[in-house]
């Protein structure tokens, strides 16, 4: 990558920065004053009190269609910020010839922040077993990297406050580090395709430093990239939660999903593993139906196996993987999100 | 000049085969341009993000699909190394 940059004079570095500040202190101040807004679209301009159903419905659109797209604006450009100082290759070196356990908890982590696309699993993983990264680390990484999901973090976080968002990302992790220090020990190496460990793998580029024009711009394109494609997923899961909201009666759901019933939460996972839906459409409909009464441990097991337990990347990870690691990969995670739903319903 | 571009065939790949195009164009500089798909061939320039891009089996970029202006300047500092 080309280390010769233009850099703007200063002048014009500081108008931008300047700009930034404007645009993020805007966006504060009209986050600030969203439920004030639907309240007042929903009851004055629109003056509806004949039908209370279909106000609430509509208060809950109003308020939370705005709100969960400005807070994903933000973190998809944080994030992508973020992500500008970690790459693949970079990950993997830190990763390369750890031990199990330590090596678990940071591939984990890194899962978090390393730019990660499930179309680029099969690349990924060849390239970190083939030059020193042990398979069970390598799962940590690969379990973790969609399961926690920064589109997932802002909906829980707007939808149901932070301690949920904590909770999702605190055994979200845990998942990932615990399944693959599992698989690690479980000494699968040969269900891995024979071909995989016979690969050249060549020394990676090097990545030029970047600067922090670079690194806005890298958030800009995240933004473009992900909210781009997630919108309407996000407008339509949120109308079914209005729809849901408004029109469900209350304590509906707490016969199916509730924590009186022990088997809701194995079908959750049954439901959810097959199911291939993006977080922002998932998690609206799933806050409607915990404000109806299922249990949060179940909703959550739900949520995990639609996220981070999906078809395509299992067909995808065929090429390098056999079936019956497939299978132990599926299972053992599927297990860690059985016991995460369990887990809250007794606690909470 | 030989550009190559990295990828099993997804969209984004696709999608920057046709900006590798486009940018070519634009530069006027000579060159052949062509699709790698074959994962070992892949792996042998070290990408783990795809689509990657690689001008004279040098990687300048992967996972991310840079606008045809900016192909366009590594295709020329690229021509004028080559002399």
């Not at chain 1, 269609?65 to 450009?77: Q, S, T, Y």
């Not at chain 1, 209005?242 to 707490?254: Q, R, S, T």
């Not at chain 1, 439901?271 to 839906?277: A, C, D, F, N, R």
């Not at chain 1, 390098?320 to 497939?326: S, T």
Request: glycine fraction near 10%; charged fraction near 15%; charge should be positive.
């Amino acid at each position: 990558m080309d280390a010769v940059q233009w850099r703007p004079p200063f002048g014009m570095r500081a108008a931008r920065s300047a700009l930034l500040l404007a645009g993020l202190a805007t966006w504060w101040l009209v986050y600030r004053n969203l439920e004030a807004f639907a309240r007042w679209f929903v009851h004055d301009l629109l003056s509806m009190a004949a039908d209370t159903r279909l106000i609430s419905a509509l208060e809950f659109f109003v308020y939370e269609a705005p709100k969960v797209l400005m807070l994903l604006f933000v973190v998809v450009f944080g994030v992508g910020i973020v992500r500008s100082f970690f790459t693949p290759e970079r990950t993997r070196r830190m990763l390369a010839g750890r031990r199990q356990a330590v090596g678990n908890v940071l591939a984990a982590l890194l899962g978090v922040v390393t730019p990660f696309c499930s179309c680029s699993a099969v690349p990924l993983f060849i390239g970190f077993v083939t030059t020193g990264v042990p398979l069970g680390v390598t799962f940590s990484f690969l379990i973790s990297a969609p399961m926690v999901n920064e589109v997932a973090l802002v909906l829980l976080f707007g939808l149901f406050g932070w301690k949920v968002a904590a909770l999702y990302l605190g055994t979200g992790l845990a998942i990932a580090m615990i399944a693959g220090w599992t698989i690690g020990r479980l000494h699968l190496e040969r269900w891995v395709e024979g071909w995989v460990y016979q690969t050249k793998t060549g020394v990676g580029p090097d990545t030029a430093a970047l600067s922090w024009a670079d690194r806005v711009r890298a958030g800009r394109d995240a933004v473009k990239d992900i909210v781009g494609k997630v919108w309407p997923y996000v407008l339509a899961g949120i109308a079914v939660g209005a729809g849901i909201h408004g029109y469900v009666p209350e304590n509906f759901m707490a016969s199916i999903m509730g924590k009186g019933a022990w088997w809701s939460v194995p079908l959750a996972v049954l439901i959810g593993v097959p199911m291939y839906s993006n977080a922002a459409g998932i998690i609206p409909v799933v806050q409607a139906l915990l404000g109806k009464g299922a249990a949060l441990g179940t909703v959550l097991a739900f949520m995990m196996s639609v996220i981070g337990l999906s078809l395509p990347e299992m067909i995808i990870l065929r090429k390098v993987l056999r079936p019956p690691l497939i299978a132990t990969f599926a299972g053992v995670v599927a297990l860690g999100i059985l016991l995460v739903g369990y887990l809250f319903n007794i606690v909470l | 000049m030989n550009v190559k571009i990295l990828g099993s065939g997804c969209a984004r790949c696709k999608q920057l085969y046709a900006e590798a195009q486009k940018a070519l164009a634009q530069s006027g500089v000579e060159a052949s341009l062509e699709k790698v798909e074959k994962i070992d061939e892949i792996m042998k320039f070290g990408v783990m993000m795809t689509p990657a891009l690689v001008i004279d089996a040098e990687v300048k970029c992967s996972g991310r699909i840079p606008p045809a202006a900016e192909i366009v300047s590594w295709l020329t500092t690229a021509a004028a190394k080559a002399g």
